[in-house]
């Protein structure tokens, strides 16, 4: 059973910045992707970052481009999500994802881990 641990959520003031990190349990092989997703309250789930590991492709939510980079170690299977120049709009709980094949769909997720930017 694949288990997902989020850490580095928290508080911080506008323009601050905060590292989450991600690792993934419970395999024997490297999942095909990784991702950040994140739900404020009234809102659905949205998708902020993933990673593809064969081929570094990258993908960022337009609200988050060029503040946040997605990186990590598929070997690992851990992804981290560092994000600066943090905005009150960006407070929400942040859920990491595991797409575990190509065949697959992101439907592993940790906890989440509560990341609040005050103003």
């Known amino acids: 059973q694949v288990q997902l641990v989020e850490s580095g959520g928290g508080l911080v003031q506008t323009g601050g910045s905060l590292r989450l990190s991600c690792a993934a349990s419970?395999?024997?092989?490297?999942?095909?992707?990784m991702g950040w997703f994140r739900q404020a309250p009234g809102k659905e789930r949205e998708t902020v970052a993933t990673i593809i590991w064969g081929s570094g492709s990258k993908y960022y939510a337009d609200s988050v481009m060029g503040r946040f980079t997605i990186s990590g170690d598929n070997a690992k299977n851990t992804v981290y999500l560092q994000m600066n120049n943090l905005k009150p709009e960006d407070t929400a709980v942040y859920y990491c994802?595991?797409?575990?094949?190509?065949?697959?769909?992101?439907?592993?997720w940790g906890p989440g881990t509560q990341v609040t930017v005050s103003s």
């Open positions: 419970g395999l024997t092989f490297s999942t095909f992707a």
């Open positions: 994802g595991a797409r575990i094949t190509v065949y697959s769909s992101f439907d592993n």
